[in-house]
Structures are given as C-alpha cells and as structure tokens.
C-alpha cells in the first residue's frame, strides 16, 4: 500500500460527489441530462482547459451511477488494433457481471492524425457501446474530430476561478494539516489561472518547502517559454506560413490568457501603423470572441485564433530581427491589487446600494458624491457601517 | 417627515405613491389601473437610470400588499449577481412558496436584467411560466433590445423617458422645501446640466452640496462637480497624441480601476473631448468615426480594455508622431 505521502495530492483530493465538485455547476446538469437521456446519445465530450475537472467529474459520474471504470489514455490510443484489443470485449459484454461500466477516453486530442484508425475504432466503439462513453479533450474544435463531435454530446467545463480555487486550498490545508500562509494561497490560486490541478500541485510542493518566498518559481515556468517563443515567432515574421496558422497549438493556455500576452506586448514590438493594425486586428478577434459567448458559436473560433496570430503578424510588412524581452501580461493582476485597495470602498457600496436599491457597480461608479453623502452620522449607523469601514471614508474625505 | 434625523435623500424623497412620481404620467397612469384591479402581468420597464424604474416598481408592491410587502417582494440586482445561479436559486426559492395575505401573487423586481447573460435569460423565461400562478416579474433595463425576444413577448414593456428640466425643477423644488434650502438659479441649471437628466444623481448632488451650506450657490455646486467628475480622460488623449501608448494606457487603466468607470462611460468622454483637441477639423471627424466603432466592438466583444486600446492605437497613428 501507499504511504499518503506518495500520493500527489490531486489525486487524493479527487472530489467523489457531485456536489463536491465545484465550480461546475452547469457542465454537472447537463451530464446528469445526458444520464438520463442515454442511450439516445452513446458519449459525452468533456471538454476543458487543463485542470478544470473534467477527469474528476468522469470518475464522479462512475461513482454516482456505481459504476465501474474501464479507462484509456491517449497513449493507449495509438492504433486499431490497441482500442479493438481494450474497448471492443468490454463494450460488449453485458451482464458478465453486476456493475455497470463506463468507458472512459481520457485526453482524446492526443490522438493525431497518425492515430487516425484509432479514432475511427473509436467512433464504431460509441456505436456498439452499451455503456456510457466518456471522453475528455482540452480542444475539441480541430477539425479531425467533426465526426466524433456529431456523436457525442458535448459539455464544457470553465476555468475554475480564483475563489473557488482559493477555497479548495483551504480546504486541503486543514485536511493535510499544514500550516501555509492565506497570502501564499492567494497567490498561488490567482497564479493557477483557473487549474485546479496546478494549483494543488504548487500548493503540496510549498507545503513541503516550508518556504513562502518560492512561491514564485513554482509553475508557470513552462507556459512562459511556449509563449515566448510563440509570440516571438508572431512579432519578428511577416509572413504566413503552415507554422504561423497553427502557432498556438504549441502554447499551453487558454486563449484568453493568450489574448492577454498578446495585448500586453504589442506596443513592445509595433509602432504608429503597424501599431493601430494590430491592435484593429486583435480587437476584431475580441468581437468574435464576443460573437462565441453570446452566439454560443464555436465555430467562431476558427477567426479569433487567425486574427490573434497571422493577423498580428500581418500588421507589418516586413520580417524583423532583434530580441525582445516579453513582459508578462499585467493587467489582470492590476485589477486584482486594485480589488484588495478597495476592499473596504466595496463593503460600503453593497451596504449603500442595498439600501438606496441600486446596484453596487453604480453605487462604486458614485462613490465621489456617496462619500461626502457619508460623512453623515446618520446615515452611517442607517447603514450600519462598521468600524472599519468608517475609518475608510475618514481616511479618503 | 415622520422623524427628524437626516437620512440619504434619494430614500427619504422617494415617491411613495402613485401621484408622487413625477414624469412618467401616462406610465402611472395605466400601471395604477393595472395594480387596482389587484392583478399585475409581468412588467418591464426600460428607460435611461434615474427615471423611476425601481421607484415605481415599489409603489407597485406597497399598492398591492400594503404593510406585508417586505414578504412578498424580492428584490434582485442582475448586475452584481449576473450568473444563471441568481436565476436558478434565488428566484426559483422565492417563487416555489406560496404568497402571504389576500394578493394571490408574489412580486421579483430584477433590476438592471440587462446584464443577465444569455443562459440566465433563458432559465429566467422558464421560471417565468413555471410560476406564473404564483409570481410576477418586473424587470428593469436601460436597453430592451439586451432582454431576449421570449422574455419581452412575456412582459407588458413600459418605456420610461429621461426626466425634462421641468420635472426636475419639481423633484428640487420638493426637497428644497424639506429640508430648507435656497438654490440660487445658477446654480439650479449647472445642477441640471450635470445630472442630464438622471433624477438620482441630481438628488445626490444637492445633498453632497448641502453637506457643506443650504444655501446653494453655483460656486458651492462648481466645487462639488468637479470633485465627483471623472478624472480627465484629456490626460489619457494626450499621451496618446504625442504617441506614448505605453503611458496613455497605463493611465487609462488607473483612471478606470480607481473610479471604477465603465468602458462605456470612458467611451462616452473620448467623443466629447475629441472636439476640444488641437488637431484637424478632418481628423475630429475621423476620430470620432473611430470612436463610434470602439463604441459598437465593446458591446460586441468581450474584453472592453482591449476595445479601448484599439481606440488608443487610432489616436497616436492621428498624432503622427
């Protein structure tokens, strides 16, 4: 057996409930949908930016429907005769024994082109299958995988944000016992950027090291050289070639954080007209990606990523050389210690909105005039401002 | 008043019956007609803030359930609670339960439903017929054409008009009596002009101004304005001009996050600004060509700041610096 210690916490904290698993409350209804309607569609997609739980919820479903797991890996998925050899008798097999079966697909957009018997087995296993078939992908949208999309039912999974992270941590800590830091947590969740799995990676390797200040040099390594490289080859070609179609197929991120380095780097590289191309051409990929959350049009997708790599690159019109030291995107991490600063401005505006029935925001949008509305003695105790908050409007008259 | 004792006046002065609202007459009208027969349809008031949306939307419940409208009202923000949850758990819990006393309905005012997003817009016309036998919606918009087809066709739609000077002559005239000030003429059309016509705003303002003497003179307002005016987005225009955008949209941001400004309302001062900058007749007009662009992609698209700096890139290349 085991020693806890040996095993990584994501793995001993997989959520076994429905209920546990957080942040994914509409991705949750829409498979117990599709539970319900099976077998008028055979197979789920998952699909999801790493660590946001689409194993998790796979093996939750197993466990609400006690059901018995028959998982494969994109590395078991390398050919006809490998799927034909692990799915084809399980699939069949009905009533051998009592449990039900999933069959899980784990990571199914590492099957590439070379695999393609493997995805065609895959698309007939869905067709025989008797039992629910679960399949997890992080990009479903390539074109290779049109037929398996039509089969499937597809839900997706969000990015976990950062409270719901940070509250998971907590969570682990009290179970685990470890003492760390709420700063280091805080940091840590917002440095995930929505994977759960990194997060709780980072956070044993802390716990372990018992030294606050490495928070920085855990994670995100990685990402940032794929970035770089890819942003690299974005700003110094002004040609499109095969590479330059697909130059973030390599990039590790979700596409809004991908928007964000592109965003903050732009005015390193480009000046004057190229500098209004550009930003003309990453604003058009922001209104289609506008176009995707509202339309729910996926295929809009195609256009968002054309326009942030070759149509980024396309701003100028010759190549260049040189080096440019990239800079992490800022602005978000602007707006969180923004948050912390007004923390206190916050509290009152909810207080004062509720009272006066207005909505926070336009409460915070009036906050010049509220404050001097709230020098009243009044009308703070009306309010039942607290101490703190009191201290606040006398510090900010 | 019933008490002495000061009090935020946009909630002493708010209209508590029907003849009190001002402005809105044809409105009153036929929504007091309605709430007489003691029987609402869903409602959906849209119209500019500061018009009486939420005002009449608690006369409505005070009319209809008298004393025990605390019980059978729920009052709801989409705009700090934009998520399908709101929809789907506060509204469904509130809904689910039988109405107190002799109205055989319950009230949800979800202000500001414009901001829900589409999926909550969806669940919200579900809930909508679910419990129509035991609930009624008001909604409130700036926008109706943000509010989802089905859910209008559900709701009889009230459209309110921004207040004239007239009306708010009278909403001031009101609270100069109550509370004792003197407002000197000047001073009431710089008061008007600033609140453009938002009823909310120009009660805030002349209390913010009364903080500091009841008689109201225009220098008094003048110092207030330009406390409660967003910072100088000219600042941001400049930089961008002499062809800094490094430093036009670290700016920007600062501006925005420390007065917590929308995208809109940044908008909204680059197109009035454009026409005070040294630059070309052709170009303001250009400019401002742009500027209506930026306007259409924000609503369009997903991330604001990137529609503002796109908008930015378009000053410095008409700085040509």
Redesign the interface.
């Known amino acids: 057996m085991n020693l806890p210690e040996n095993i990584p916490w994501c793995e001993k904290h997989r959520v076994l409930c429905f209920s546990d698993l957080k942040g994914q ?2 991705a949750v209804d829409k498979v117990n949908m599709f539970l319900k309607n099976f077998p008028k569609k055979k197979a789920i997609i998952l699909h999801g930016p790493p660590g946001t739980g689409k194993t998790s919820l796979a093996y939750v479903i197993a466990s609400e429907l006690d059901a018995e797991i028959l998982e494969l890996n994109a590395s078991d998925l390398r050919n006809k005769e490998k799927i034909l050899q692990i799915i084809k008798p399980a699939s069949e097999q009905r009533s051998l024994f009592k449990k039900s079966k999933i069959i899980l697909v784990d990571e199914v957009d590492g099957i590439s082109i070379k695999d393609r018997g493997g995805l065609s087995e895959l698309l007939a296993i869905i067709e025989k299958s008797c039992f629910p078939v679960i399949i997890t992908a992080n990009d479903i949208w390539k074109q290779s995988f049109n037929l398996l999309r039509q089969k499937c039912e597809l839900i997706q999974l969000k990015e976990i944000d950062y409270k719901t992270i940070l509250d998971l941590l907590i969570n682990i800590c009290k179970k685990e016992k470890c003492f760390v830091n709420k700063d280091v947590l805080t940091s840590i969740s917002i440095k995930a950027r929505g994977d759960i799995r990194a997060a709780i990676n980072d956070l044993q390797i802390i716990s372990r090291l018992d030294e606050s200040s490495l928070v920085k040099e855990v994670g995100e390594r990685n990402k940032e050289e794929s970035i770089f490289t890819s942003l690299q080859y974005i700003f110094k070609n002004a040609n499109i070639d095969a590479k330059m179609l697909n130059i973030f197929d390599e990039v590790n991120m979700n596409i809004d954080e991908i ?1 964000l380095w592109v ?1 903050e780097n732009i ?1 390193l590289e480009y ?3 190229e ?2 191309k ?3 051409a ?3 990929a ?2 289609f ?3 995707i ?2 339309h729910q049009n996926w295929r809009f997708m195609v256009y968002e990523y054309f326009l942030l790599g070759p149509g980024i690159a396309a701003s100028k019109k010759f190549n260049r050389t040189g080096w440019t030291n990239y800079k992490k995107p800022s ?1 978000i991490l ?2 969180w210690l ?1 948050n912390q600063r007004c923390a206190k401005k916050k509290t009152i505006c909810i207080k ?2 509720k ?8 409460a ?7 404050k ?2 709230l ?2 003695n ?2 703070r105790e ?1 309010l039942k401002l607290g101490s703190e908050e009191i201290e606040y409007l006398d510090k900010h008259m | 008043m019933d008490f002495k ?7 002493r002065y708010r209209p508590k019956k029907f003849d009190e609202l001002i402005g809105q007459d044809e409105i009153v009208k036929r929504v007091k007609s309605l709430a007489d027969s003691m029987n609402i349809p869903h409602l959906l008031f849209a119209g500019p ?1 500061g018009t009486g949306k ?1 005002t009449l939307a ?1 006369i409505i419940v005070k009319e209809l359930f008298g004393e025990s409208w605390r019980d059978n009202f729920l ?1 709801l ?1 989409a ?2 609670e934009r998520g ?2 709101v929809v789907r758990q506060k509204v469904k819990d509130f809904a689910r339960t039988k109405a107190m006393g002799d109205v055989p309905f319950k009230v949800i005012f979800l ?2 439903a414009d ?1 829900l997003t ?2 909550a817009q969806q669940a919200l016309r579900r809930t909508m017929e679910n419990f129509t036998s035991t609930c009624r919606f008001i909604l409130s918009c700036n926008y109706s054409s943000k509010i989802l087809d089905p859910i209008q066709s559900r709701c009889v739609v009230f459209r309110f008009r921004l207040l004239e000077k007239k009306d708010v002559k009278k909403v001031m005239d009101r609270i100069s009596l109550g509370e004792g000030l003197t407002i000197n003429p000047e001073a009431f059309d710089m008061l008007y002009e600033f609140s453009e016509g938002d009823c ?2 120009v009660i ?2 002349m ?2 101004t009364a ?1 500091i003497s009841p008689n109201i003179t225009l220098d008094l307002v003048n110092t ?1 304005v330009s ?2 005016k967003p910072s100088d987005i000219k600042i941001v225009l400049d930089y961008a001009l002499a ?1 800094d ?2 430093n036009a ?1 670290e700016k920007l ?1 600062d501006i925005m ?6 995208g809109q ?1 940044v908008i909204k001062a680059i197109q009035k600004e454009i026409w005070n900058l040294p630059i070309d007749n052709d170009l303001k007009v250009r400019l401002t060509e742009k500027t209506g662009e ?1 306007e259409f ?1 924000l609503v ?4 604001e ?3 503002l ?2 908008l ?3 000053f ?2 008409a700085g ?1 610096k």
Not at chain 1, 355 to 362: A, D, E, F, L
Not at chain 1, 365 to 370: E, G, Q, S, Y
Not at chain 2, 257 to 262: H, V
């Open positions: 409350d509409l928007f965003e005015p000046k004057k007209e500098l209004a550009a930003f003309d990453l604003s058009i922001d209104v990606r506008g176009r959350y509202t602005r602007k707006i923004n004062y909105a009272y006066c029935h207005i909505s926070t925001k336009q915070m949008k009036d906050f010049m005039l509220v001097i509305i020098r009243d009044n009308i009306k | 004792g000061s009090d935020v006046w946009t909630e803030a939420s608690l009052e923000n705009s700090d399908i949850e202000d500001e901001a589409r999926e909310r705003r805030n303002l209390q913010a903080s207030i406390q409660a062809g955008f490094l949209r941001l996050l420390k007065e917590s400004i929308s309302d930026a992609r369009e698209g997903s991330d700041f990137i529609q700096e796109s930015l890139a378009s410095i290349l040509g």
